[in-house]
Structure formats: C-alpha cells, structure tokens
C-alpha cells in the first residue's frame, strides 16, 4: 500500500484545514490510520487515529478541535483542524498499521510522504 497526504497549506491561527489521506495499491479495511506530527527539531508526535470500527484517539493537544474521519469506500481518511493555533505548525504524516490503534510511531508499517500546515500568529 502507498499512502498520500495531502492539504496541508498556510493558515492563520483561529483557521481551519482539512487533510486528507489517501491510499492505493491495499484498501484500509481491518486497518487503523494514524495522523502524525513532526515540527521542526522535535520528534514525531502522535495526533489522532481512526481504527476500522471507528474507534478515535485524539492527543490532548488537538482535542476538541481535530476530527478524524474515514471512508472506507474511497480508501481516504480525513482529518479536519479547526481553531489552529501556531504549535500546531509541522509536518503532518498519515500511516497505517493492522489491527487495533496505538498512539505510538512503532507498529505504523507504511507512511506516507507528508504534508506541511504552517499556522500564522
């Protein structure tokens, strides 16, 4: 499987994003996708995962203001950002891994290229 993350762009604190991760090549089904975060020298942090029963985690930085999404049929998850804030500034990745979800970097066996939100004070 290949994954593609996409939408991410320059917005100014209080805005809204929506990222979007797309996948080919394996469907997302029994699969959990995770979003991921990488800001400049800091290491990658864990965001938000859906599994294939829908079951969320959201960080405790995001949450509340971040909704994870899938559609199975089109093999795309989303995540929509509201109320950005200037921390939020990174590189987001989506990944992949089998079975049920985990907030951590280890067990995500595909990545995708990611995609860099900027948020302006």
């Known amino acids: 499987v290949q994954l593609q993350a996409y939408g991410g762009g320059l917005v100014q604190a209080g805005g809204y994003l929506r990222l979007s991760c797309a996948a080919s090549?394996?469907?997302?089904?029994?699969?959990?996708v995770g979003w991921f975060r990488q800001a400049p020298g800091k290491e990658r942090e864990f965001v938000s995962f859906?599994?294939?029963?829908?079951?969320?985690l959201y960080a405790d930085s995001v949450k509340g203001r971040f909704t994870i999404s899938r559609d199975n049929g089109k093999n795309m998850v989303y995540l929509e950002m509201s109320s950005l804030k200037p921390e939020d500034t990174a590189v987001y990745y989506c990944?992949?891994?089998?079975?049920?979800?985990?907030?951590?970097?280890?067990?995500?066996?595909?990545w995708g290229q990611g995609t860099l939100v900027t948020v302006s004070s």
């Open positions: 859906i599994d294939w029963t829908g079951t969320t």
């Open positions: 990944a992949v891994r089998r079975g049920y979800g985990s907030s951590r970097v280890v067990g995500y066996e595909v």
């Open positions: 090549g394996r469907t997302f089904s029994m699969s959990t």
